[in-house]
């Protein structure tokens, strides 16, 4: 079980893959917060965005985690994705309904 609200049904191929990859990272919490993050905003992303949204999956777990949460400075990789989805976290946009 993924965790995952939204079906891949209607996501071009780039998009399906991208939704897979956000909910199987290798540690729960960025499973989270990156398939949440992409459950809600992904099917609307533009397709530079989507190609921003490619470079943050990339990151490590470890590194992504401890800049989201603020354990450590944000890198040089501080872009307007990397802005978008820690605000996203942190507006409490990612957290399930009750």
Do not use: K, Y
Request: glycine share 6%; net charge negative.
């Amino acid at each position: 079980m993924t965790g995952t609200t939204r079906s891949s049904a209607g996501l071009d191929p780039r998009r399906r893959r991208l939704l897979f990859r956000a909910w199987h990272r290798g540690t729960r919490e960025m499973d989270l917060l990156m398939g949440r993050f992409a459950d809600a905003l992904l099917p609307e992303m533009s397709e530079e965005e989507v190609d921003a949204f490619e470079i943050l999956i990339e990151i490590e777990d470890p590194d992504l985690l401890a800049w989201v949460n603020a354990r450590a400075a944000p890198p040089p990789f501080d872009t307007p994705m990397f802005q978008r989805f820690c605000r996203f976290h942190l507006s409490g946009e990612g957290l399930p309904e009750i």
